[in-house]
């Protein structure tokens, strides 16, 4: 398991790999408010999606 952020949504730090054992497929799912990310080939794949966050503009 890499080094994975917060969620985005609730701050939770327990987040959750899954692996779908029929399509050796992972997702990552948030332990406190449940958000779920689609579905990646590779649990890398998913850790970098889920550590990808849009830059927040300083601008408002």
Same mark, same amino acid.
């Given at each position: 398991?890499?080094? @994975? =952020?917060?969620?985005?949504?609730?701050?939770?730090?327990?987040?959750?790999?899954?692996?779908?054992?029929?399509?050796?497929? &992972?997702? @990552? =799912?948030?332990?406190?408010c449940r958000i779920e990310?689609?579905?990646?080939?590779?649990?890398?794949?998913?850790?970098?999606? &889920?550590?990808?966050?849009?830059?927040?503009?300083?601008n408002s």
């Amino acid at each position: 398991m890499g080094i @994975l =952020k917060p969620c985005p949504f609730c701050g939770c730090v327990e987040i959750e790999e899954i692996k779908i054992h029929d399509t050796n497929e &992972w997702y @990552l =799912k948030c332990g406190g408010c449940r958000i779920e990310q689609p579905l990646y080939k590779t649990l890398e794949q998913a850790e970098d999606s &889920w550590n990808t966050r849009a830059d927040i503009s300083s601008n408002s």
